[in-house]
């Protein structure tokens, strides 16, 4: 009894598409401003641009590179270029033009899709790399565009236009082949490049559905960067539930707010920097959503107190925890009964716990890397997260011994020290290489910043070692305030004594805006410069 | 980049127990009267058994049955046989001896798990087959026990104690191993064994979730029988979600309506028959659920008026289509929005449907056989339901010539005639071999039923085909009425005739309790003999 072409097919959220054609055909698949296209038009699409690709002469496993904001086209192309066999590679737009080069030539893009906003950025990139690439235009109505021609641009409907969309694609011929190339942010050296297959892509989608208990026809508000773990791969799920995709462009408060009430959405995932802008914009509805907004945020463990003012905004959250390496998320912090009756403060603590598998996970453990054995779940004992499951990358691009490394003992090895509680939630310590050790105690950065957070004048906090004679590291707090809010070093240092084992004190406090990444991931590596600096010359 | 130990789990359904017992330790897993337990008691209980089974020598892809009600116990064993190794073969309990010997011999079963009620049976197939198996007795407390010898039987708590519940499973060397064999109910000649594989069962568990927007802590009443395609593979899906399942032993609806009152029901699955009994129970409560319990119904199409009851009762139906050999639903007749503004009847039709893809069918399509094409959606062409997909049986056991003509050019054929409607939606109009061909024309047996259903007496209709010189075949209808209430043929026919197309109106009307098999299916053959008997001599 093997396998046959009717009872294996290889697993693809391409093929999500296909179904949404049939099954939601006019539901909406992507709103920005006054253009909707329905799932029926998408998937049409989708084949054109896949057909477009082939007649450029895209051969499956070659990369093909995004490089712009969240628009109705990158729904398109998550779908569209595995259909042609091709490789998605979404790059991080706020990076600078010198790694973008190096992306380029590292992942041997063969095209790039990129924003008209951001065509001087990849003017630079280009330079940097000595040569050019073809290059697809998006909303290039409000640019003009070259012909076509090799190594110059067309716009995207023209490129779609190239395409026969009565074209059809089979599945991928294997499950493990690559859909997907998503490079790390690279906080030390050069980015990573982290292959995901279109088998991990299919079940994280399913997972996703499962997970947050999504229900059919959700209408999603677009603000995760589709070069985050290809928007944590919602985009892939929501065809299987008819969901809807409300795009923005930017970011800002005001238009995600208008665009919620307008479009009545339902969902959205959000890093926490995020959720704590929307909670202190003045854009913000005086009353709570109701029914309430369901929201998965990631990227940073959340600060309870964030949680706490979202939560009287009227947004559910759901925190989720996962590296660029396990196709988004690993773990969630299901709510339970239990909880009910906290107060809202503890709740909120309760929310910022990684807590426990995700559905499609197969197994979320927190070893001791030296015994490779669990730790207890005493909420005490540190190990480090360690994940096994078909959500972990392939590996990283032309670099095997990263990758064995990564790999070690048959678990990835997320580099996050962690707890795990009585009731079997797990949460994160640190980084570890964030642990702060002074005076032989290990001091969780993330303990720290949490009291930071419920100081009523911080908006942001980061604390990080810095380097003393007398005690090896000592923590330094970096702080963003809030508008108008004011504090002094002497007042925050109190309000820590207050709330945290003398040796966790902040011994410098410094007020400044916090270097991020894209995805509001603060860059933790610049402030431990910043803090060696001040250790060295404290003027 | 190959696949290691960390990137590559097989996918395997017994998964989601370990992960209950960690994420849902706390919450009912099972209901029966008093007894309740757990997810984390189930889960250990499962691994109890599991080790028992390897004790007792079970290696992996042997064989192992199942014969009883729905019980708690099932849910248990569909998660230990195949954590042992072992392929799980829930026999229906309503077979003759002979069928449940040939089924034991054929799957070459190692040990019998039986309710205690159901050993006579089990005793005549013993008989029959001239050798006993291993029994571990279900509900044994009610009855006495031998000793657990070869040969034997041991109650289901004592072989449990055989096992170390601290013994731990991993998950199959490959996902295409096979996790269960169910037998076709057979209606012609020997029943045919269909294998699953881990793959599948997985695929079906998430794809149900998603299909049928299943919640977190879904309360689920046990209806669906464990031996008709492992419950729909609802047991397996219940555990990632942390779902509770209320057990009632027997299927009679005052049982039911106490259970889902005394429970909280949120969700079941029935045959249409079941459906038409709970609209019809003195023992249905007044008022509607509210909020509605959600009911996936299969095993055949449901009637309109059934469906027209039920909807007044607060039952929230979806009908759902698909074969023992497609693991239960490659298809659903998904809610349309535009379909909220009709009549109840019309509504009440359009859910009869077979509907559309299910979420991990990858091909549900109505195919002309001689071409290979698809009809058109019309409404009105016949063609057979082809299914590709990973849902599909890898074969029948020991059956090579059967499973390569159910897989002809590389789809899985149903032997169900259909049509598209042009909204995508597919339509049964009869099991091939139930289409009944008059002078020429095609009737649809199911069409000519769902007129009688409409028939304030009828409480049950089958149309087969009776012999005729002058027509061939004419339509021959078997009613069975109503408690109380009274029909004449006559007034039947006159029914018909204003409904009908001429051709298609019953040429023979018989009162009689229709022959069932043991998940509602109307067995056809039988009443086609009778029909046949019936041409022969009318009187």
Chains 1, 2 share one sequence.
């Not at 998937?43 to 496993?61: D, F, H, I, K, N």
């Not at 928007?231 to 299987?240: I, M, R």
């Not at 540190?382 to 070690?408: C, H, S, W």
Request: aromatic share 8%; hydrophobic share 45%; glycine share 8%.
């Amino acid at each position: 009894m093997e396998p046959n072409a009717a009872n294996f097919v290889p697993l693809s959220p391409v093929s999500f598409l296909a179904r949404a054609a049939v099954v939601e055909p006019d539901r909406i698949a992507s709103v920005y401003g006054e253009r909707r296209l329905t799932w029926r038009e998408v998937e049409t699409r989708c084949r054109g641009l896949a057909s477009a690709l082939r007649r450029r002469g895209l051969r499956t496993g070659q990369t093909v590179s995004v490089l712009a904001p969240n628009l109705p086209e990158l729904l398109e192309l998550q779908f569209a270029i595995p259909m042609a066999g091709g490789v998605l590679n979404t790059i991080n737009l706020r990076l600078d033009a010198e790694t973008i080069a190096y992306i380029l030539d590292h992942g041997e893009s063969r095209l790039v899709f990129c924003d008209a906003e951001l065509t001087p950025l990849l003017e630079e990139a280009f330079a940097s790399l000595g040569r050019r690439l073809p290059v697809v235009l998006l909303e290039a109505e409000a640019i003009p565009v070259e012909a076509g021609a090799e190594g110059g641009s067309v716009s995207y409907e023209a490129f779609l236009e190239e395409g026969d969309s009565e074209e059809t694609f089979g599945p991928p011929e294997d499950e493990w082949q690559a859909i997907a190339l998503n490079y790390t942010s690279g906080t030390s050296g050069r980015p990573k490049g982290v292959v995901y297959h279109h088998r991990g892509a299919y079940l994280m989608a399913l997972g996703t559905l499962v997970g947050w208990s999504l229900p059919r026809h959700p209408v999603y508000l677009s603000v995760v960067p589709f070069f985050h773990c290809n928007g944590w791969q919602h985009p892939w799920a929501l065809a299987l539930v008819g969901g809807t995709m409300v795009f923005t462009r930017r970011l800002q408060p005001e238009l995600l707010f208008a665009a919620i009430a307008r479009e009545g959405v339902t969902h959205f995932g959000a890093a926490p920097v995020v959720l704590s802008l929307l909670a202190a914009s003045e854009h913000a509805p005086a009353a709570p959503f109701d029914p309430p907004i369901q929201v998965l945020t990631a990227g940073a463990p959340p600060a309870p107190a964030i949680l706490e003012r979202t939560a009287a905004l009227g947004l559910e959250v759901m925190q989720v925890y996962g590296l660029t390496e396990t196709y988004g998320h690993v773990s969630h912090c299901l709510w339970r009964e239990e909880w009910d009756s906290l107060p809202p403060a503890e709740q909120a603590e309760k929310q910022a716990l990684q807590g426990v598998a995700f559905p499609v996970t197969e197994e979320f453990a927190v070893l001791d890397r030296s015994t490779g054995r669990p730790v207890p779940p005493d909420g005490a004992t540190q190990g480090e997260i360690a994940i096994r499951g078909n959500t972990v990358m392939k590996g990283y691009l032309k670099d095997p011994e990263t990758t064995a490394q990564a790999f070690a003992g048959g678990y990835f090895w997320s580099g996050d020290a962690a707890v795990v509680h009585p009731d079997g939630y797990v949460q994160i310590r640190d980084r570890l290489k964030d642990v702060i050790i002074s005076g032989g105690e290990n001091i969780s950065s993330v303990e720290v910043e949490g009291v930071l957070h419920q100081h009523s004048a911080v908006q942001a906090a980061a604390v990080v070692a810095m380097p003393s004679e007398k005690w090896g590291e000592s923590p330094c707090a970096f702080l963003e305030l809030r508008p108008g809010a004011h504090a002094d070093p002497e007042e925050i240092v109190a309000f820590c004594q207050q709330r945290l084992a003398r040796f966790k004190v902040p011994k410098a406090i410094v007020f400044a805006e916090l270097p991020k990444t894209a995805t509001g991931k603060i860059q933790k590596f610049r402030l431990r410069e910043r803090a060696r600096k001040l250790a060295a010359d404290p003027a």
